[in-house]
């Protein structure tokens, strides 16, 4: 079934990027498949290392969303969650000299961070549980697309 989601996340993508439906149909449809919504894949951000380029996301299907109370994730000391996260999906493809490309096509010298970016106050102070949101960030190791890490 997650396969399925999964195919049925990046035909939204695509069918909103064509105009076949409107952003809003495809917020609708993706509510309905609890995998598909983004809200929790949005507190990550792909940070560029080198500062000789910016490598901005081609694809940001977070930069408008709203924070909501169903998307903060409350754990316990011992608890764990844990996130799949495919670099090859179009949320990760970044911008290289005006192409979309993805981060493994890059040269080896071009290496990213992945972090963890919780909502800024301001956007939580509406939240029920906004005293248990982390402020902080916590970026990974740094890593090349083709899976070379720090």
Same mark, same amino acid.
């Given at each position: 079934?997650?396969?399925?989601?999964?195919?049925?996340?990046?035909?939204?993508?695509?069918?909103?990027?064509?105009?076949?439906?409107?952003?809003?149909?495809?917020?609708?449809?993706?509510?309905?498949?609890?995998?598909?919504?983004?809200?929790?894949?949005?507190?990550?951000?792909?940070? *560029?290392?080198?500062? $000789?380029?910016?490598?901005? &996301? %081609? =694809?940001?299907?977070?930069?408008?969303?709203?924070?909501?109370?169903?998307?903060?994730?409350?754990?316990?000391?011992?608890?764990?969650?844990?996130?799949?996260?495919?670099?090859?999906?179009?949320?990760?493809?970044?911008?290289?000299?005006?192409?979309?490309?993805?981060?493994?096509?890059?040269?080896?010298?071009?290496?990213?961070?992945?972090?963890?970016? *919780?909502?800024?106050? $301001?956007?939580?102070?509406? &939240? %029920? =549980?906004?005293?248990?949101?982390?402020?902080?960030?916590?970026?990974?190791?740094?890593?090349?697309?083709?899976?070379?890490?720090?």
């Amino acid at each position: 079934m997650i396969k399925h989601v999964r195919w049925l996340a990046k035909e939204v993508e695509q069918w909103c990027a064509e105009g076949i439906i409107t952003k809003d149909q495809g917020a609708a449809i993706k509510g309905r498949y609890p995998d598909v919504q983004l809200a929790h894949a949005c507190s990550f951000a792909l940070e *560029p290392v080198s500062h $000789e380029a910016s490598f901005p &996301l %081609a =694809n940001d299907p977070c930069q408008d969303l709203p924070v909501a109370n169903d998307h903060v994730i409350t754990l316990s000391p011992d608890d764990k969650k844990t996130w799949e996260i495919d670099f090859a999906e179009p949320r990760w493809q970044v911008i290289d000299k005006d192409q979309t490309v993805e981060t493994g096509s890059l040269p080896w010298h071009n290496r990213f961070r992945l972090v963890y970016r *919780p909502p800024a106050r $301001e956007e939580a102070t509406r &939240l %029920a =549980n906004k005293e248990l949101i982390w402020h902080g960030y916590l970026p990974s190791r740094a890593f090349h697309g083709q899976g070379r890490v720090d």
